[in-house]
């Protein structure tokens, strides 16, 4: 479903290109129609299908069009799941990680790569809007992060990275 990128003909296209040498029957459901041209409506289209790939791109734009169009409300069986959204359970996050410094000719450091693994303890079980299991959610992050000082010639000295 390429609505996020406005039912782009070179995405399309492109995705049909890819499908060619797969043993499958690619089949693109446009989001931009004339409702009184399309035989079936998204829903029939939707539930026919075995795979259903969402493409990237703006995904405000998207949902705003899947609601008008009452994509939003369309339960594929097996696969909706009637979780309840409880995003506001607290957590207490645990963190290591380790920083690579690489230091220019005036020895300060003026590159910083950071590397981290986060563990995330939720209080409650209802993080993801299910309850299951004897336990409470948790959640892991990895993060790589990259921070560095520009100057030019005798300047660099001066975008020093604190330490």
């Keep these: 479903m390429p609505t996020a990128e406005g039912d782009n003909a070179t995405y399309i296209l492109s995705w049909y290109a890819a499908c060619e040498e797969l043993p499958?029957?690619?089949?693109?459901?446009?989001?931009?129609?004339?409702?009184?041209?399309?035989?079936?409506?998204?829903?029939?289209?939707?539930?026919?299908?075995d795979a259903?790939?969402?493409?990237?791109?703006?995904?405000?734009?998207?949902?705003?069009i899947w609601k008008a169009?009452?994509?939003?409300?369309?339960?594929?069986?097996?696969?909706?799941?009637?979780?309840?959204?409880?995003?506001?359970?607290?957590?207490?996050?645990?963190?290591?990680?380790?920083e690579f410094k690489i230091f220019n000719e005036y020895e300060q450091a003026n590159i910083k790569i950071d590397l981290a693994y986060q563990y995330n303890m939720v209080f409650g079980d209802n993080v993801d809007g299910f309850?299951?299991?004897?336990?409470?959610?948790?959640?892991?992050?990895?993060?790589?992060?990259?921070?560095?000082?520009?100057?030019?010639?005798?300047t660099s000295y001066k975008k020093q990275i604190p330490y």
């Design 131 to 154: 309850t299951a299991g004897n336990n409470n959610d948790v959640y892991v992050q990895y993060t790589i992060g990259v921070k560095f000082a520009i100057g030019s010639g005798n």
């Design 24 to 49: 499958m029957q690619p089949f693109v459901q446009k989001t931009f129609v004339d409702s009184y041209t399309t035989s079936k409506t998204f829903k029939e289209n939707l539930l026919s299908m």
């Design 69 to 98: 169009q009452g994509i939003d409300t369309i339960q594929i069986p097996g696969y909706y799941t009637p979780g309840l959204i409880n995003s506001n359970e607290p957590f207490i996050p645990f963190r290591i990680g380790y």
């Design 52 to 64: 259903i790939i969402v493409s990237g791109g703006n995904t405000l734009n998207m949902l705003a």
